[in-house]
């Protein structure tokens, strides 16, 4: 095809039709030959950078315009294409590991002018068709490659090459593993040496020793301090910041920033080693496929004897979360589980230990806000126990109110809140947040009463409550004192003896306070003065063995006047004076004391009745209000 053709189809521009005719370049073939041997056209006379990019368009688009039969030969003898055909699965996907790995490394710029000119497709056999297969291809002509770029893409570009016909060489799976190990490690870090248990067994925690040890992931200074710093092997002394200044010879303060700046990047640091293909469950018994990795002590044990470490569980579980970041989440704050604690977090929860969790779980459940609830609660006081169901109560931190994730939660926030806090859920599946405040000392007192169960003397109640706490320390007036200050006990009397306050609601014939309490609470709902045998008669449920001069004389001299007493042995309040009946102020004066001896004589109440009737010269008025109050006597 000629070049006036070309032009004629509009497929170059007329600058570019004169630099082909300028420079006797008049057909397709002159344009691929041309291109072959000089692999570009910028040379060219009046020939701009848009120009020459037309011109490769066009030889990349007509290919085989120039080539004669013998070329046609070479290229189809290409021994890459040969190679690339006939490798097996192993070696495809070592090398293709290989590809990844090293564009990786690029720079921002020429790793993205990569991926955009393979467009995304890192593959060997997409990488060999578009970039070692091809005779026209220039690293110059990638889009986006600038000048600074060239050699470091021609550097890839050979050493991916490099490793192809290397990886060629060999069919063994164990070596070409160990291959690939040798160029990623050597690659990536510039180590020389390597040794071969490494290469070999691809543990993720064998390399991750052997990169900090030979000062991989960061520099001399920075491994010491990460080493003593944070909590990378099993049993290791707890250094503070003065005591690792001194031995790298640093400031405090220095050394809390390098500690600092280590931590936000070995996250990064350790992503190297998902280029590697460690066995897991096969080695360790670690499932993967879970919704949680638990790493116990038997695992932690298993991974340092398989690997001849010496890794604590702390830097394990942080290991394998950069190993499988894209399934698992990270619940736990690495400054509380990787570095020695000298304070704690204020109103957070301060991480024992890391929690590995499945991605989509942690996206439903906000695991943090359940310790961080849990945690204020425990640090409240809590003066009287309590529990609720825990699967209710994980259902407050749902973030997307997707019910259906509680059963999913549900064993992992118990697993939180087993190794976070030290709490377990009981046969109901309930949360219980014991009290952690002191026993005061009438809880004590409280406490002894219930065991005993009856109103006590103080001085049985304190015996009881040393039975109950040898160790506890007070004395009879302290237990009294703190009774007499809270309402849930009464005094019974004046003898320092004391009840329950609930026991009048649960015990028959019992009412605490004082003779004057209980009557006046009897006689706060009569309309009229009872008369003292039949108050005697109702003190005797809760008070026995009572007479009547002594109840009289106990009344009469009560400092708060609270009590009417009428001389024939009536009973009234003062409060209620005005609404008591007058005539009781004019019945006989003997009448009183001839009731109350009738009655400990042993007559009936009838006897009585009539004896009153038939002795004295009573009104009618007056022989109701008698009769009337003798009835309340004989009805109780």
């Known amino acids: 095809m000629t070049i006036d053709e070309i032009y004629r189809k509009e497929e170059i521009s007329v600058r570019s039709y004169h ?33 020459n990019e037309e011109l490769i368009e066009i030889c990349n688009k007509y290919p085989g315009d120039h080539l004669d039969n013998r070329e046609t030969e070479i290229k189809l003898e290409n021994p890459l294409k040969t190679i690339i055909s006939e490798l097996t699965r192993v070696q495809r996907e070592v090398i293709n590991s290989f590809i990844l790995v090293n564009t990786n490394s690029l720079t921002v710029r020429s790793k993205n002018a990569i991926i955009l000119h393979l467009r995304r497709n890192l593959k060997i056999k ?124 640093l400031s405090r303060e220095r050394v809390r920033q390098i500690r600092k700046s280590c931590m936000d990047d070995l996250f990064n640091k350790l992503l190297f080693i998902q280029n590697f293909s460690d066995d897991l469950f096969q080695k360790y018994n670690i499932d993967i496929n ?35 970041q894209d399934k698992f989440s990270l619940i736990g704050e690495i400054e509380d589980v990787l570095q020695p604690r000298y304070f704690n977090a204020r109103n957070r929860h301060n991480w024992k230990n890391f929690h590995l969790i499945e991605k989509d779980i942690v996206k439903e459940i906000d695991f943090n806000a359940l310790a961080n609830d849990i945690d204020n609660r425990i640090s409240d006081k809590i003066v009287e126990s309590y529990s609720f169901n825990f699967k209710s109560y994980l259902s407050r931190f749902l973030t997307n109110n997707n019910i259906d994730f509680l059963d999913l939660a549900f064993p992992i926030g118990e ?59 007070t004395d009879e007036a302290s237990l009294r004192a703190s009774m007499a200050r809270r309402n849930g006990f009464v005094p019974i009397g004046r003898k320092s003896v004391f009840g329950l306050k609930k026991w009048e609601r649960e015990l028959e014939n019992f009412k605490g306070g004082t003779i004057k309490d209980v009557i006046i609470e009897f006689l706060q709902d009569k309309n009229e003065p ?24 106990n009344l009469k001299v009560d400092p708060l006047k609270r009590f009417l007493i009428y001389n024939q042995g009536f009973i009234g309040l003062q409060s209620k004076e005005d609404k008591y009946d007058d005539k009781f102020k004019s019945l006989p004066v003997q009448l009183g004391k001839t009731i109350i001896a009738k009655h400990k004589k042993g007559y009936s109440i009838n006897d009585i009745k009539n004896f009153l009737l038939n002795s004295y010269n009573l009104t009618f008025e007056e022989s109701k209000l008698i009769l009337n109050n003798l009835k309340y006597f004989n009805e109780n």
């Open 530 to 553: 009872i008369h003292i045998l039949l108050v005697l008669e109702y003190l005797d449920k809760f008070r026995k063995n009572k007479d009547a001069k002594s109840v009289l004389t």
């Open 415 to 473: 697993k939180i809140i087993n190794d976070e806090f030290e709490l377990f859920l009981d046969l109901d599946e309930n949360i219980t947040f014991e009290r952690n405040t002191k026993k005061q000392v009438h809880e004590y007192a409280l406490e002894a009463l219930e065991e005993l169960g009856n109103p006590s003397k103080i001085n049985i109640i304190f015996d009881k409550v040393l039975e109950l706490n040898p160790n506890y320390v």
């Open 19 to 51: 630099v082909c005719k300028y420079n006797n370049l008049n057909s397709v073939k002159d344009l691929n030959e041309y291109y072959f041997k000089h692999k570009s056209f910028d040379k060219l006379r009046n020939c701009g950078r848009k120009s």
């Open 290 to 324: 879970s919704n949680q990795l638990e790493i116990d002590t038997e695992i932690v044990d298993l991974v340092n004897k398989t690997n001849n470490t010496n890794l604590s569980k702390e830097f394990i579980s942080y290991i394998l979360f950069a190993y499988l």
């Open 126 to 249: 997409n990488f060999a068709e578009k970039i070692l297969l091809p005779y026209t291809f220039n690293v110059k002509n990638i889009k986006n490659v600038g000048a600074k770029c060239v050699p470091e893409l021609e550097i890839y570009i050979s050493i991916i090459k490099d490793f192809l016909n290397e990886v060629n060489q060999s069919d063994n799976d164990k070596k070409l593993i160990s291959l690939k190990n040798n160029f990623l490690i050597q690659r990536t870090f510039s180590i020389s040496k390597i040794p071969n248990e490494i290469l070999e067994s691809e543990s993720i925690f064998l390399l991750t020793d052997f990169l900090l040890n030979q000062n991989a992931l960061f520099d001399k200074t920075q491994t010491v301090i990460v080493k003593n710093a944070f909590r990378i092997y099993q049993n290791q002394k707890e250094l503070t910041l003065d005591d690792i200044a001194e031995k790298v010879n």
